[in-house]
C-alpha cells in the first residue's frame, strides 16, 4: 500500500533562512508527487506537482526515486510562508485519490 | 467559476444529532473527494466518487457515516448520530482527468 510521510510536524526558521520541509513515499507504482498548502484559514491548495518542474513562490521539489523523497525547498523563507505544508501522492490505478502525509507546519519568525 | 463550495462553514452540535455537510464541486470534474483533517491524525480520505459513483469508501470510520452523490453538482456528507470525536474539518474535493484537486473551503465540525 502506498504511504507518505512527512517527518517533522513543525519546522521553525528565521526570516532569510533556507527550508526543506522533508516528505518520503512508499509506492509500487510510477509516483506522482505534489506538494499542498494551507494558509491561515484558507482553502488546501496546490504549490507545485513535481510533473511541472516549475518554482512556485520561491519553492522546487525535485523527486529522487532512488530515496523515495520528495523535499520542499526554499533557499530564504518569507513570513507570508508560515502554513501548514502537505506531500501528496497520487494513486493512479484507484482514480485520482491522493494520499496525504501527516503535514508539516511551517513557521517562519521574523 | 468559484471553486468547490461547502457548506455550512461551521456547524457545531449536539452528541446524538444528525450532521449533514455539503459539497458543489466544479463544474465538469467527475472526480469528488471526501477528506477529514485533525490535529491527531492530519488528512484522511474518508471517500470518493467517480462520475457520482462511489469507487473507495474504505476510509469512513464507521457505519455512522455515509455519504451520497445525486448528481454531478452535489454531494453530502452525513454523520448520525454524531459524536465528540467526529470534530474536525471536513474538506470537500474535485478533480478532473488532470489530476489536480482542488479543495474547498471546509467545514469546521464541533460535536459538543
Known amino acids: 500500500a502506498q504511504r507518505v510521510t512527512q517527518p517533522e510536524k513543525l519546522l521553525s526558521v528565521f526570516k532569510g533562512a533556507p527550508v526543506e520541509l522533508k516528505c518520503n513515499y512508499s509506492y509500487s507504482g510510477s509516483p506522482e508527487l505534489f506538494w499542498y498548502v494551507q494558509y491561515s484559514r484558507q482553502r488546501l491548495q496546490l504549490l507545485l506537482r513535481?510533473?511541472s518542474r516549475e518554482s512556485i513562490k520561491g519553492f522546487t521539489a525535485d523527486l529522487n526515486k532512488g530515496e523515495t523523497s520528495f523535499h520542499l525547498k526554499k533557499p530564504f523563507a518569507q513570513e507570508e510562508d508560515s502554513a501548514m505544508y502537505y506531500c501528496?501522492?497520487?494513486?493512479?490505478?484507484?482514480?485520482?485519490?491522493?494520499?496525504f502525509g501527516g503535514g508539516t507546519r511551517l513557521m517562519v519568525k521574523p | 467559476d468559484a471553486g468547490v463550495i461547502q457548506s455550512p462553514r461551521h456547524e457545531v452540535t449536539e452528541m446524538g444529532q444528525e450532521v449533514t455537510l455539503r459539497c458543489k464541486p466544479i463544474?465538469?470534474?467527475?472526480?469528488l473527494f471526501w477528506y477529514r483533517q485533525t490535529m491527531m491524525r492530519g488528512l484522511e480520505l474518508l471517500i470518493y466518487?467517480?462520475?457520482?459513483?462511489?469507487?473507495?469508501d474504505s476510509g469512513m470510520p464507521e457505519d455512522r457515516f455515509s455519504a451520497k452523490m445525486p448528481n454531478a453538482s452535489f454531494s453530502t456528507l452525513k454523520i448520525q448520530p454524531s459524536e465528540p470525536r467526529d470534530s474536525a474539518v471536513y474538506f470537500c474535493a474535485s478533480s478532473s482527468q488532470s489530476a489536480e484537486a482542488f479543495f474547498g473551503q471546509g467545514t469546521r465540525l464541533t460535536v459538543v
Open positions: 466518487f467517480n462520475n457520482n459513483v462511489p469507487i473507495d
Open positions: 463544474s465538469g470534474h467527475d472526480y
Open positions: 501528496a501522492l497520487l494513486v493512479l490505478n484507484a482514480g485520482n485519490m491522493l494520499t
Open positions: 513535481h510533473i
